[in-house]
């Protein structure tokens, strides 16, 4: 029996409407990808290509123009709840602490504050948040920000996780050791992670397979297997394996 995939976008086209240049603008077109349980999976493409506006689709935030999108094989199409979003921002409330922030998915929930509390405390530890939990939000680094709200998004209770671009606001050397850290938690989690990014190298670097989005209106021009053993660290990116498959997209978008 063939399994079903945990998330399947078939076919999938945006179009907005421009009310002020009265023309219709097209975001993305005839998307088909797809998410296994357990995967993890890069959508990579310039900026602009749309890459945000399918993630919006996927949660429910958009109606796409055409196409569906497909959770365990049933049509979640226009409909929220059934994914983990974390967007590029972290939009963590200022006047809250990171506890405070981060037991909000459970707080909608109907989940009493004190056992949030619990749950989320005993999480800290593994999210690198422990000595952080009374801080708030301006007394961190941009890491720490990350990580908070990447812990508020997995206390959302979703087999999938969908993230934008996690760490473009990051600085270079924080943004190579978040990808380490995502790995490491990931691997901990044991969820199902669907990310877009504009960073070749993270996407080489974190995933299983990248679909490659072409310019706007963005469309899928190629999906590549990732063999790459893991667990991975920075040191697979110098090898020749890596190389090899960086060169070969750098192609594929004529970079």
Same mark, same amino acid.
């Given at each position: 029996? !063939?399994?079903?995939?945990?998330?399947?976008?078939?076919?999938?086209?945006?179009?907005?409407?421009?009310? =002020?240049?009265?023309?219709?603008?097209?975001? /993305?077109?005839?998307?088909?990808?797809?998410?296994?349980?357990?995967?993890?999976?890069?959508?990579?493409?310039?900026?602009?290509?749309?890459?945000?506006?399918?993630?919006?689709?996927?949660?429910?935030?958009? /109606?796409?123009?055409?196409?569906?999108? *497909?959770?365990?094989?049933?049509? $979640?199409?226009?409909?929220?709840?059934?994914?983990?979003?974390?967007?590029?921002?972290?939009?963590? +409330?200022?006047?809250?602490? &990171?506890?405070?922030? &981060?037991?909000?998915?459970?707080?909608?929930?109907?989940?009493?504050?004190?056992?949030?509390?619990?749950?989320?405390?005993?999480?800290?530890?593994? +999210?690198?948040?422990?000595?952080?939990?009374?801080?708030?939000?301006?007394?961190?680094?941009?890491? !720490?920000?990350? =990580?908070?709200? *990447?812990?508020?998004?997995?206390?959302?209770?979703?087999?999938?996780?969908?993230?934008?671009?996690? *760490?473009?606001?990051?600085?270079?050397?924080? =943004?190579?050791? !978040?990808?380490?850290?995502?790995?490491? /938690?990931?691997?901990?989690?044991?969820?199902?992670?669907?990310?877009?990014? #504009?960073?070749?190298?993270?996407?080489?670097?974190?995933?299983?397979? $990248?679909?490659?989005?072409?310019?706007?209106?963005?469309?899928?021009?190629?999906?590549?297997?990732?063999? $790459?053993?893991?667990?991975?660290?920075?040191?697979?990116?110098?090898?020749?394996?890596? !190389?090899?498959?960086?060169?070969?997209?750098? #192609?594929?978008?004529?970079?």
């Amino acid at each position: 029996m !063939m399994s079903i995939n945990l998330l399947d976008v078939q076919n999938v086209t945006k179009i907005f409407r421009d009310n =002020r240049r009265g023309n219709d603008v097209t975001a /993305i077109t005839d998307i088909s990808v797809h998410l296994k349980r357990g995967e993890f999976v890069s959508i990579l493409g310039p900026s602009g290509c749309g890459k945000s506006t399918l993630l919006d689709i996927i949660a429910g935030l958009e /109606i796409p123009t055409d196409g569906q999108v *497909f959770y365990e094989g049933n049509v $979640i199409t226009g409909k929220k709840g059934f994914v983990s979003y974390m967007p590029q921002k972290d939009v963590l +409330f200022p006047w809250r602490t &990171v506890l405070e922030n &981060v037991i909000v998915p459970l707080e909608l929930k109907n989940v009493t504050k004190k056992h949030a509390m619990q749950e989320a405390k005993a999480l800290l530890p593994l +999210f690198g948040l422990e000595n952080f939990a009374n801080s708030y939000p301006d007394a961190l680094s941009g890491g !720490m920000r990350q =990580r908070a709200s *990447f812990l508020r998004t997995y206390l959302s209770k979703k087999d999938c996780m969908i993230l934008d671009e996690p *760490f473009g606001r990051l600085d270079a050397i924080t =943004r190579v050791q !978040m990808q380490q850290w995502l790995l490491s /938690i990931w691997e901990q989690l044991e969820k199902s992670i669907l990310m877009v990014t #504009h960073d070749i190298d993270e996407a080489i670097m974190l995933s299983d397979r $990248i679909y490659v989005l072409s310019p706007r209106p963005g469309k899928v021009i190629r999906e590549i297997e990732i063999s $790459i053993d893991r667990p991975r660290t920075h040191e697979s990116m110098t090898t020749e394996e890596f !190389m090899s498959i960086k060169k070969s997209i750098l #192609h594929t978008l004529s970079i």
